[in-house]
């Protein structure tokens, strides 16, 4: 880039502009170093925390090791070690499961140095001392992670937190769908501002005429003018697209322009739900192409799955008993009928299978179906009603807090379902599954799974397999132990639930 660009580029930037670039970057190095101090306060508890139950019920140590020293120099080479691992990295920052993966990590990579240390080296430190600070800490560190990420979401969703400010570049359909994604989850911090088109779609003004919008979104530039239109935006983001215009070449000459200006570039690829672990930018011959690996529906993290489904499974109808046994005597008192409910639901690869659930509705629900169909609620193949009146007053509230799936647990013991997977379908549904639908099929259906934790009811049809599909394909042990701690805030808040 040559200094006269450089220049123009600078000329162009407005002081109001600049100063809104400059006010993101502040309140996203306050939510950093308001991280760090948490992350400091936690460490801290942690390792005083595990020198009290190792030596307050016994005798203090009687190797004369200063443990308040060992102490400092293991709160700060843990925090050394969470910035090695880019855990203030603000690209993981507020979404997705790697911010925890890179924390869990960098506690679990100091642990192991220093029990190699200690094991060459053998100064005294206590074993159990070290065990507890590091159990503490890494389960503290994820939880202040998860406290700080949820205040941020709520900021973020009532336009008061660091957001970016994002301008989209791109043909028209591209744009609508980007728009569309960014505006389901605002939580993420990408609020579109503007858009630019190609130029054959502007419109040319004239005096008095409106702003030509795409949708809602003000169209503000041309490929022509992508900087001048992110400055006069006040954006700090250029979220580029699919189009034919956008060459190799033109997409390079932007990034060149964008040097010193704060900034940033970002490609949003038509690689339409996949997910990042399964993404990979290798160059070769000097082009970035990006591997898409296969999905993993067998293999070891498949045996684990099912495994600990199976044990969490059998733990949780343990625990649940007096709760399954207050819902049953519930159930009989409010209405007559069993207290069960099965029904014949599709599993993996096909093969059906009886679902158990608690009865939430009138004994003859089912034969009521053709009588109702003009109150369906939703599209595709679901049969939902807000109001349904075929449901029993103790059904709404099983339905609300969804306890009348805890009988599933059942299922996900006998193999038939997981935890955590697509939604079980009827066989009636599963009979006019085309081609794409029918993946749901290759895992098995889960009591809870993305459409659980999104909306649940208030989901359309297609959001409904459009999620299920994601799944499917992006799975992961990491993903699942975060729908599972979701779904108890979706019952919790029990929205979607009728």
Known sequence: MTT???????????????DE?????????IYVRTLVACDAVVIAAAIFGGYLARFSTASPPRTGLPYGLIGVGLGLSWLIWLRTVRCYDERVLGYGTDEYRRVAGASGRLAGTVAILG????IGVSRSFLAIAFLMGTVGLITARWV???????????GAGWSHRVLVVGDAAHVLELVRQLRREPYTGYRVVGACIPDGLIVPRTAGAAQQHLGDVPV????????????????????????????????????????????????????????????????????????VEQPDFAGGTKIVKNV?????????????????????????????????????????????????????????????????????????????????????????????????????L???????????????????EVAQYDGDVARRLLVKPGITGLWQVSGRSDLTWEDGIRLDLYYVENWSLTSDLSILWKTVGAVVRSRGAY
Do not use: C
């Open 410 to 428: 059942v299922n996900v013991v006998r193999g038939d379902m997981s935890l955590v997977g697509p939604r079980p379908p009827l066989p009636r």
């Open 119 to 122: 094991y060459i080296v053998d």
């Open 220 to 291: 503000v530039g041309s490929f022509r003018n992508i900087v001048e239109a992110a400055t006069g935006a006040r954006a700090d983001t250029i979220a580029v697209t699919g189009s034919n215009e956008l060459t190799a070449s033109r997409l390079r000459r932007l990034g060149w322009q964008l040097e010193g200006s704060g900034m940033e570039l970002v490609v949003a690829p038509a690689l339409v739900d996949v997910a990042g672990p399964r993404i990979h930018t290798r160059p070769v011959a000097g082009l970035p192409l990006i591997h």
């Open 308 to 408: 600990v489904e199976r044990i969490l499974a059998v733990g949780g109808l343990l625990a649940a008993l007096p709760v399954l046994l207050l819902v049953a005597i519930a159930i009989k008192l409010d209405s007559r009928g069993p207290v069960l409910f099965r029904q014949r639901r599709v599993g993996q690869h096909g093969l059906e299978f009886d679902v158990f659930k608690f009865r939430t509705m009138v004994v003859d629900a089912d034969q009521m179906v053709e009588k109702m169909s003009t109150l369906n609620e939703t599209n595709g193949l679901l049969f939902k009603v807000r109001n349904d009146p075929r449901v029993t007053r103790v059904g709404r509230i099983l339905r609300k807090y969804s306890l009348d799936e805890l009988p599933q």
């Open 4 to 18: 006269a660009s450089v220049s123009a580029l600078r000329d162009a930037t407005t002081p109001s502009a600049a």
């Open 21 to 29: 670039v400059r006010r993101l970057a502040e309140r996203r190095r």
């Open 148 to 158: 700080a990420r949820k205040r941020l979401h709520r900021a973020r969703s009532r």
